[in-house]
């Protein structure tokens, strides 16, 4: 996982950042990091996530990768968690995928 002096600062960012995704809505882990101000550095969004205090109450479940799709495990139930969280806020998906073009978040 990143670490370093800075990492906490950065993760605050990504969070406070993720609490703005509308509800029904998604972001790409790149858009985040480009909307929290830290570039290309789309994993440090994903170390973030995972860095994640107990107890935060971030929406983390509207947070997908560039091609519209769950970048979660399939195997341990997490993806299906993720998925029906959004599925519960009207987001569709085609197959595997979210279409961009209507569920992005347009910030």
């Known amino acids: 996982m990143a670490g370093g002096t800075g990492s906490s ?12 995704i ?3 809505k ?7 990091a480009r909307l929290a101000g830290l570039g290309n550095h ?7 996530l995972h860095a994640s205090p107990p107890g935060i109450n971030i929406p983390w479940h509207r947070v997908i990768n560039s091609q519209g799709k769950i970048s979660l495990s399939k195997e341990d139930g997490r993806y299906d968690l993720q998925r ?8 569709e998906f085609i197959r595997e995928r ?3 073009k209507k569920y992005r978040w347009d910030k």
Request: glycine letters at 10%; zero cysteines; aromatic letters at 12%.
């Open 22 to 24: 509308p509800h029904g």
């Open 26 to 32: 998604v972001a790409t882990y790149g858009q985040i």
């Open 9 to 20: 600062e950065k993760y605050f960012r990504i969070w406070e950042t993720i609490m703005k």
């Open 84 to 91: 029906s969280l959004l599925e519960d806020e009207g987001v």
């Open 98 to 100: 979210i279409n961009l």
């Open 42 to 48: 789309a994993r440090m969004v994903g170390y973030a």
